[in-house]
Nanobody, 121 residues
C-alpha cells in the first residue's frame, strides 16, 4: 500500500516553532506535487503550502512569511517549517501528494494520516 507518514506535530506556545515532516513509502517511485493542508474542528480543509518539482512554492496568505515548505524529490519527502505560530494555526495538518506513481501504477493522490498542531499558552 502506498503511504505518507507524517511526524513533528505537537503543542507549542504562541510565537514558537514546529517542523513537520512527511515521508513517502519506498513503494512510491515519483510524485508531482507535494503539499500540506490543515483542518480545524468544524472547518473545511484548506491548503497551507504546496510545491511542484522545479517550481516556486505557493502559500496560503495567512502563513506567508512564517511557514516554509521544502522538498527532497529524490527521497519523496516534504517538510513544513512553521515559525511565529499563532493560536489560529491550531489544526490537524495533512500531508498530500499528487501525481503519485509506483513502478506498477499511476496511483494519483495520496493523503497522510494527519498530525495535530496545537498553539496555546
Amino acid at each position: 500500500q502506498v503511504q505518507l507518514v507524517e511526524s513533528g506535530g505537537g503543542s507549542v506556545q504562541p510565537g514558537g516553532s514546529l517542523r513537520l515532516s512527511c515521508a513517502a513509502s519506498e513503494r512510491i517511485l515519483s510524485i508531482n506535487v507535494m503539499g500540506w493542508y490543515r483542518q480545524a474542528p468544524g472547518k473545511q480543509r484548506e491548503l497551507v503550502a504546496a510545491v511542484r518539482g522545479g517550481d516556486s512554492p505557493n502559500y496560503a496568505d495567512s502563513v506567508k512569511g512564517r511557514f516554509t515548505i521544502s522538498r527532497d524529490n529524490a527521497k519523496n519527502t516534504v517538510w513544513l517549517q512553521m515559525n511565529s505560530l499563532k493560536p489560529e494555526d491550531t489544526a490537524v495538518y495533512y500531508c498530500n501528494a499528487e501525481g503519485v506513481r509506483t513502478m506498477d501504477s499511476n496511483i494519483g493522490e495520496v493523503w497522510g494520516q494527519g498530525t495535530l498542531v496545537s498553539v496555546s499558552s
